[in-house]
């Protein structure tokens, strides 16, 4: 006896070759895929069973970088000063709203969040959080929201002195510290360690992730040359490269995540590659910070995808993303671009058990069933370009995360969703009050 039989359906690998199979079974026992293939649940029993046919099944999406804090930020409402370059839209939008964060905020940032990525078929959310108002503690009620809704994810602290110097950062370590050991008893989210950017993370800062890692061989989760500022600020204070001033406090590990890289120079992606380090480009918050273009995303090996903050949506994501590169002379096409997506489950596979990102036997079963209608032939040799040019977000229609049927049929049956979204509304409006009485 199985737990979950997906029936007669279509599965479309995201990652290369890009496989495709017609007609077969998908059967999930417990939070494994344990068999795929023609008749492949014939005499398998199961508690439910999914009608696949006309479905077209694939891996689910990761969003490699979010920000969870963002999430009742849509339309917000407040008196702004000018926003001409990338500190002052810092200052006077980002830092404000994170400012006027507490709990009841955090948790209903982190329901609306997880649930529009599980809508748009995002299973893992790798989320980076600041609340300086709300730091102990904060981890927790971060989590409670993805374990509500049940997408996999990660999140960490934003560790800065930027708003009350190495108290602060004291702060932020000591919530990542904390949060490291509560997320070893969550088989849906773990720790990582964050910090905002070397901008705003003194020396006796970095230091301190550094034993942070060393202690729990857990990876840092860091913005890194999003604006210019941060490399003169890195050369003026430091006289260092960013990346060689991580290097220096071990910072540098095969489970770490840089974000954005925009600005780092052709040394610090060959220090990255030689240590194995992820990077999250993020194409659409670029464009709306108006920071320039990541020009070196080829000469990255483990770069993956993120929005940060952009919401969960990676079928959207994606699309703006190869958009752009090739509007700046690019040459990558849509198998590169894929291919990069899928690659989050490699960052994936360096915090949770398990090997993920395909659907095959063996594999942890975080998976997307599509009602996608390819109206032209759909093969290995063009699934990605199905990928980005014809399938959306609303194409959605179930989504699995290790193996729990998280939303079936474009409902969460465990969820009463019109009441968080109702009170994420009463609170954001709260929240906005708040936010626009600080000062940036």
Not at 110 to 134: E, F, K, N, Q, V
Request: glycine share 10%; charged share 20%.
């Amino acid at each position: 006896m199985a737990d979950v039989i997906i029936k007669n359906t279509r599965v479309m690998q995201t990652a290369p070759p890009f496989d495709v199979l017609e007609g077969v079974d998908i059967v999930i026992d417990g939070n494994l895929i344990t068999s795929v293939g023609k008749d492949a649940a014939k005499g398998v029993t199961a508690p439910k069973v999914i009608d696949g046919s006309n479905k077209t099944v694939i891996p689910g999406n990761v969003c490699s970088h979010h920000h969870y804090y963002s999430g009742l930020s849509r339309g917000m409402l407040i008196q702004a000063g000018p926003q001409n370059d990338f500190i002052q839209v810092l200052k006077e939008w980002w830092w404000r709203l994170d400012r006027g964060l507490d709990e009841e905020a955090c948790y209903y940032s982190s329901l609306i969040c997880s649930l529009d990525a599980i809508m748009a078929g995002t299973t893992t959310a790798i989320d980076h959080h600041a609340s300086p108002s709300y730091i102990a503690g904060s981890l927790d009620t971060i989590a409670q929201g993805m374990e509500k809704v049940g997408i996999r994810g990660s999140t960490c602290y934003e560790i800065t002195d930027r708003n009350g110097g190495m108290a602060e950062v004291e702060a932020g370590i000591e919530e990542s510290a904390r949060f490291i050991e509560r997320s070893k008893k969550s088989n849906l989210v773990k720790a990582m360690i964050g910090g905002h950017a070397p901008f705003t993370i003194p020396n006796e800062g970095l230091k301190m992730m550094g034993d942070l890692v060393q202690k729990s061989g857990v990876g840092i989760h860091l913005h890194v040359a999003e604006d210019r500022y941060d490399v003169a600020h890195s050369h003026h204070h430091y006289n260092k490269d960013i990346v060689d001033r991580l290097d220096e406090y071990g910072l540098l590990t095969p489970n770490a995540l840089l974000v954005h890289g925009l600005y780092l120079n052709e040394g610090e992606i060959k220090k990255m590659n030689e240590n194995g380090v992820f990077l999250a480009h993020n194409a659409r918050s670029n464009m709306n910070n108006h920071v320039g273009y990541f020009n070196h995303i080829q000469a990255v090996e483990n770069l993956i995808i993120g929005t940060d903050g952009c919401g969960g949506n990676m079928f959207e994501e994606l699309k703006l993303a190869f958009f752009k590169h090739k509007d700046e002379g690019g040459s990558w096409w849509p198998p590169q671009y894929v291919e990069a997506l899928n690659r989050g489950y490699r960052l994936v596979e360096k915090y949770f058990d398990g090997s993920y990102g395909e659907v095959a036997p063996g594999k942890v079963a975080d998976i997307v069933i599509t009602d996608y209608h390819n109206p032209t032939p759909l093969v290995s040799a063009n699934a990605a370009s199905h990928f980005i040019w014809g399938m959306s977000s609303n194409c959605v229609e179930s989504v699995i995360v290790d193996g729990n049927v998280v939303m079936e049929n474009r409902k969460f049956a465990h969820l009463d969703v019109d009441e968080m979204y109702r009170e994420a509304a009463k609170v954001a409006a709260r929240v906005w009050k708040e936010v626009d009485t600080i000062a940036p």
